[in-house]
Antibody, heavy 118, light 111 residues
Framework: QVQLVESGGGVVQPGRSLRLSCTAS????????VHWVRQAPGKGLEWVAV????????YYADSVRGRFTISIDNSKNILYLQMNSLRAEDTAVYYC???????????WGQGTLVTVSS | QTVVTQEPSLTVSPGGTVTLTCASS?????????PNWFQQKPGQGPRALIY???NKHSWTPARFSGYLLGGKAALTLSAVQPEDEAHYYC???????????FGGGTKVTVL
């Protein structure tokens, strides 16, 4: 059974950094691209970033490019999102999801809440 | 940056049919955009419904169907049930430096 569990959320001041983790189980982690998606309070879903299955290719939303970095540790089955220079508008629930064949996004974590506030 | 547009809200009666659409600012949506559809209920994470335009996940009820319609991706809910009341989001592959883009979502009310 595929399972994704996010962690690392919390309250952080503007301009500071935070690293989110997504621990995967139930599938070969190095076989699929994995994404971060976020949802600000009361708002819709926003695609954030993706990293290829081998970690060689990364793409980002314009809103986070240059501030966020996605990475994977295939030996530990963990996806990361390093978030620097955080802004109030980065406040959201962050989800990880895998892009399985076709492509389809069949598995999602429960999300972790990041609140950027002074 | 591509903008993906959905109807903000739609209302349907129980047992009725409703169609949601998903448009791209760059032109017609084709199968190469790999449209995905998700359902989200209050307090829950997204739940995948449709992938690659029209393919259902094993858990997707038969009353949900995805297709292309007039240059847009579309999701039709037939024989709507009260539990179908939710937000629905489409996701398109748009390529470029920001390859994936969500639509703004459609709130479906069953009334």
């Amino acid at each position: 059974q595929v399972q994704l569990v996010e962690s690392g959320g919390g309250v952080v001041q503007p301009g500071r950094s935070l690293r989110l983790s997504c621990t995967a189980s139930g599938f070969p982690f190095g076989s699929d691209a994995v994404h971060w998606v976020r949802q600000a309070p009361g708002k819709g879903l926003e695609w954030v970033a993706v990293i290829s299955h081998d970690g060689r290719n990364e793409y980002y939303a314009d809103s986070v490019r240059g501030r966020f970095t996605i990475s994977i540790d295939n030996s530990k089955n963990i996806l990361y999102l390093q978030m620097n220079s955080l802004r109030a508008e980065d406040t959201a629930v962050y989800y990880c999801t895998r892009e399985h064949t076709s492509p389809k996004f069949d598995s999602w974590g429960q999300g972790t809440l990041v609140t950027v506030s002074s | 940056q591509t903008v993906v547009t959905q109807e903000p809200s739609l209302t349907v009666s129980p047992g009725g049919t409703v169609t949601l659409t998903c448009a791209s600012s760059t032109g017609a949506v084709t199968s190469g955009y790999y449209p995905n559809w998700f359902q989200q209920k209050p307090g829950q994470g997204p739940r995948a419904l449709i992938y690659s335009t029209s393919n259902k996940h094993s858990w997707t009820p038969a009353r949900f169907s995805g297709y292309l319609l007039g240059g847009k991706a579309a999701l039709t809910l037939s024989a709507v049930q009260p539990e179908d009341e939710a937000h629905y989001y489409c996701l398109l592959y748009c390529g470029g430096t920001q390859p994936w883009v969500f639509g703004g979502g459609t709130k479906v009310t069953v009334l």
